[in-house]
């Protein structure tokens, strides 16, 4: 587990500097064909990356603490833990952050092996982002409220929620997710537009028959 909590943070720390250098080569292409499959491989790159975000993220959350052994009652204790991060926010009563903390790791680990199989990326990676989105958000409002706080995300060494925590999720975390999104997107609109023409054609000729 050690070995697949290492790979899920180097994909977080290093997998938007792919994506971006993939970004620059597909801009470099004027071939629309070979522009659509360099676009194809680097949304399967980029379902990697961002589904290795919220694994790590659900990893780090659920792994047991020191020197406990992986077991439903330690991940019970780790989600216990959590849930303090979660309270000490001071958005929700302690019941909802209770609640919030033993649910979102889950809902991380869903999500992030839902990206990995790079199915319905249309949905799937603008979920993503709403999600990144709702945690940075959570982090601005603690900043400006002055509290001195783990930004609890669980992903790489405890961070306080700042700057560097905003600028560390929006960098690595969510423009990755907003890259795959615009590209399902871009892709969907390109297929629709290749397949018209051959449609056009086939009502054609059946008109003419």
Known sequence: MNTLGRLLLWLTDHGY???LAGLIVVLCIRNAK???????VLLVLGGLV????????????????????????SVKTSLAMFAIQVDSYEILPSAAANTVAHTL????????LWLVT????????????????????????AYFRGLKIDCGCGIGPPEEAGPAALLRDGL???????????????IRRQSGASESPAVAMASSSTATD
């Open 50 to 73: 961002v589904g290795a975000v919220f694994l790590a993220a659900a990893y780090g959350k659920m792994k047991p603490l020191p020197g406990l052994a992986w077991s439903w009652s």
């Open 17 to 19: 500097q792919l994506l």
């Open 172 to 186: 690595k975390f969510l423009l990755p997710a907003l890259l795959v999104t615009c590209g399902a997107f871009w």
């Open 34 to 40: 070979s522009r659509r499959k360099v676009v194809r």
């Open 105 to 112: 790791p889950y809902f991380e680990l869903f999500l992030g």
């Open 118 to 141: 790079c199915v319905g990326q249309r949905f799937s990676a603008p979920l993503a982002c709403l999600a990144i989105c709702g945690f940075m958000i959570a982090i601005t409002t």
